[in-house]
């Protein structure tokens, strides 16, 4: 399994960032995908995941509102649309992969994980 993270960079602040997760060797239908971020000298921070129907989604509360996961099938591809955004969403944007239905939001719970993507939001 190999997860491919792309689309970091750096944006003013109420800018709009849409960050790739490219998936090889496993396929949607049976598996839950998250985003998480870790931001310089803080712990990773779950900021949202979406289940293998694609159905039901879950964000953390910095940013709920804001951004927004899709999955396109056809692609193995899922996406994190970042809206609004702020200097506090500086980080390291990590996409993960964990076989099952439910969004965890512990980190630790998932499988695998790809390289990270940076953004950078400038006030």
């Known amino acids: 399994v190999q997860l491919q993270a792309s689309g970091g960079g750096l944006v003013q602040a109420g800018g709009s960032l849409r960050l790739s997760c490219v998936a090889s060797?496993?396929?949607?239908?049976?598996?839950?995908m998250g985003w998480f971020r870790q931001a310089p000298g803080k712990v990773r921070e779950f900021v949202g995941g979406?289940?293998?129907?694609?159905?039901?989604?879950a964000y953390g509360d910095s940013v709920k509102g804001r951004f927004t996961i899709s999955v396109d099938n056809a692609k193995n591809t899922v996406y994190l649309q970042m809206n609004s955004l702020k200097p506090e969403d500086t980080a390291v944007y990590y996409c993960?992969?964990?076989?099952?239905?439910?969004?965890?939001?512990?980190?630790?719970?998932?499988?695998?994980w790809g390289q990270g993507t940076l953004v950078t939001v400038s006030s």
């Open positions: 993960a992969a964990r076989r099952g239905n439910y969004i965890y939001t512990i980190g630790n719970l998932y499988n695998y």
């Open positions: 060797g496993l396929t949607f239908v049976t598996t839950t």
């Open positions: 979406i289940s293998n129907s694609g159905d039901r989604t």
